[in-house]
């Protein structure tokens, strides 16, 4: 055999060592790997949290570069309440050498989560802030910048947060500005500077004169000046751009009303409410009720039954017709109108999902908007 065989079959058997080595020894190893991963993600989603976290930690000790499987760790924890120990975690991915960018993003956004769940405000907008400086439009980052302002009360900076999260593609509300704007005054008249908040009250107003909200702060600060009429306008407004929650200030209107000698005006009112707003049962259950103070319980009545949908979930509904009928003397009409709130409460009762709310006409043991199954 000569030399250039005899080398080539040495080089061949070292070709198929290696080929044996990597197939029988390395192979298995990539695949354990990759199937402990598959565990844990099955654990994650089946909502079995603490075995996740008992593969995961698995996975990190094996492999310590493995910078993705300590995030999971670390969110983990949070999860199941120890955001002390998602920290450390966090941390340690954080100040590695030679993290790469995303790996790094990902970690500021881990820790800002971390601190939210322990109220650590402060720090959390740190690291909120870490993002925004690699990467100045990322919706994340802005809205958790945003989120965190207002968990704080600092309004000026929760309406900075809002700006750039919409100029940045985001979506909110946009009565928020006025809101926040509205809350800082409210800070202002509580230490004293009412002055100073009523100009804050306006500039919510020019920020969006939609917003219920500064009208009624400025009502209650005229009314509690003895401006009357003023705090009527406010309440007024607060009133048509709020149907559902102006009813809470009716009486107060009529108080002031009263006050001013102007008895007239409240009919007026809520006849002017009542046509803007024909739908809305709270002004006709506040009509209703201003007729039967006067004595006029047939008006009152009239009011009530020319109602197209009566809200037998409505107390104030029920109640207010229940009592005129009684001052009236119609017992039968009395106990028509107890029997149909019994029997629609019954209804309301027994055949809604209490899942997701869908009403049945007939007893269903299977919600079929949700699924949701009762168990007798």
Request: charged share 25%; with cysteine; glycine share 6%.
């Amino acid at each position: 055999m000569d030399l250039i065989t005899l080398l080539f079959i040495v080089l061949f058997l070292a070709i198929v060592g290696l080929l044996v080595r990597y197939f029988f020894f390395s192979q298995p190893k990539k695949i354990g790997a990759r199937g402990a991963e598959i565990k844990a993600l099955n654990h994650i989603l089946a909502g079995e949290k603490k075995e996740a976290l008992q593969q995961l930690l698995e996975i990190a000790r094996n492999d310590t570069s493995n910078h993705g499987a300590f995030l999971q760790v670390g969110d983990l924890y949070r999860q199941l309440g120890n955001p002390e120990q998602a920290i450390a975690v966090h941390e340690d991915v954080l100040n590695r050498q030679g993290i790469n960018q995303d790996f790094l993003l990902m970690a500021h956004e881990r820790l800002a989560k971390d601190h939210e769940a322990l109220n650590q405000f402060p720090q959390a907008v740190q690291h909120a802030e870490a993002i925004l400086k690699v990467k100045k439009k990322d919706l994340w980052a802005l809205r958790a910048f945003h989120r965190y302002a207002v968990k704080q009360c600092k309004w000026a900076d929760a309406i900075k947060a809002f700006q750039k999260e919409i100029a940045a593609g985001g979506k909110a509300d946009p009565l928020l500005p006025a809101i926040y704007k509205t809350e800082e005054a409210l800070q202002l008249k509580n230490a004293g500077k009412t002055s100073d908040a009523v100009t804050l009250l306006k500039q919510a107003i020019k920020l969006n004169s939609k917003c219920a909200a500064p009208y009624y702060q400025l009502g209650k600060i005229r009314q509690e000046e003895g401006n009357f009429k003023h705090a009527i306008d406010f309440f007024t407004s607060f009133v048509e751009l709020d149907p559902t929650a102006g009813s809470i200030i009716f009486a107060e209107i009529e108080k002031m009303y009263f006050e001013l000698g102007q008895f007239e005006q409240v009919e007026q009112f809520y006849h002017r409410l009542h046509q803007k707003q024909p739908d809305n049962l709270e002004v006709v259950i506040g009509l209703a009720n201003y007729f039967e103070r006067k004595g006029e319980y047939r008006d009152a009545l009239a009011l009530l039954e020319d109602i197209k949908e009566p809200d037998y979930s409505n107390l104030s509904f029920i109640l207010g017709q229940l009592n005129i009928l009684e001052k009236l003397g119609h017992k039968d009409m009395l106990k028509a109108t107890i029997g149909g709130f019994i029997s629609s409460d019954r209804q309301k009762r027994i055949l809604t999902c209490p899942e997701c709310g869908n009403l049945s006409d007939e007893p269903r043991y299977i919600c079929d908007k949700c699924g949701w199954v009762k168990h007798v």
